[in-house]
Nanobody, 119 residues
Framework: VQLQASGGGLVQAGGSLTLSCAASGRTFSSNSMGWFRQAPGKEREFVAAITWAGTTLYTNSVRGRFSISRDNAKNTVNLQMNSLKPEDTAVYYC??????????????WGQGTQVTVSS
């Protein structure tokens, strides 16, 4: 699966952004899709994931603020991010694999999109 992430940008704390990931290649709907992020000087961390059927998984720090969704007909997965905090600043990556918090369980990765939250 080839993945193309978009939607990043600069936003003030408390604001919102929606990230999108467009997939192409082998069957998209059979994969779980995840979002990870990596801040400068830190390891890549799990953010959220969703199965083809819509089961979701979130890391605690974003639960209630972020919402992941997917449209299997359009081969897209979105991450709606609300109430953004400066600590959400990172490069965000979408990935395809099996539902997991572990990056090793995802086989295909997009190129990343920068999210910067100013205080």
């Amino acid at each position: 699966v080839q993945l193309q992430a978009s939607g990043g940008g600069l936003v003030q704390a408390g604001g919102s952004l929606t990230l999108s990931c467009a997939a192409s290649g082998r069957t998209f709907s059979s994969n779980s899709m995840g979002w990870f992020r990596q801040a400068p000087g830190k390891e890549r961390e799990f953010v959220a994931a969703i199965t083809w059927a819509g089961t979701t998984l979130y890391t605690n720090s974003v639960r209630g603020r972020f919402s992941i969704s997917r449209d299997n007909a359009k081969n897209t997965v979105n991450l709606q991010m609300n109430s953004l905090k400066p600590e959400d600043t990172a490069v965000y990556y979408c990935a395809a694999g099996r539902l997991s918090r572990r990056s090793d369980d995802y086989d295909d990765w997009g190129q990343g999109t920068q999210v910067t939250v100013s205080s």
